[in-house]
């Protein structure tokens, strides 16, 4: 069965860094578009960013563009999301998600075939 986890998660001050990691398993994703989303306690979850599973397209929130970059590797199955210069609004539990082929509506929840767990990130200020 197809799964994701992700891991990386934690506290750290404002203007610090994390890393988070989505390891998959179960198939191969290179040929599945990948996102992170986010999500704040009594908000709805929403989109940070996206990689088109060709590679060649990246996307990203206006409150992180510049902050945050999404990479994946192929060949570990895995996908990253370098978040520098926190603020403490980007606290929340943060999910990855993906979807097979797709190229386009990237920032869309409904778009998505496969979640994370979540991992949680809480930036202090």
């Known amino acids: 069965q197809a799964q994701l986890v992700e891991t990386g998660g934690g506290l750290v001050q404002a203007g610090g860094s994390l890393r988070l990691s989505c390891a998959g398993s179960?198939?191969?994703?290179?040929?599945?578009?990948m996102g992170w989303f986010r999500q704040a306690p009594g908000k709805e979850r929403e989109f940070v960013a996206a990689?088109?599973?060709?590679?060649?397209?990246?996307y990203y929130a206006d409150s992180v563009k510049g902050r945050f970059t999404i990479s994946r590797d192929s060949a570990k199955n895995a996908m990253y999301l370098q978040m520098n210069s926190l603020k403490p609004e980007d606290t929340a539990v943060y999910y990855c998600?993906?979807?097979?082929?797709?190229?386009?509506?990237?920032?869309?929840?409904?778009?998505?075939?496969?979640w994370g767990q979540g991992t949680q990130v809480t930036v202090s200020s």
């Open positions: 998600a993906a979807c097979a082929l797709c190229t386009d509506q990237l920032a869309r929840r409904d778009t998505y075939d496969y």
């Open positions: 179960g198939r191969t994703f290179s040929t599945y578009g």
């Open positions: 990689l088109s599973w060709t590679g060649t397209h990246t």
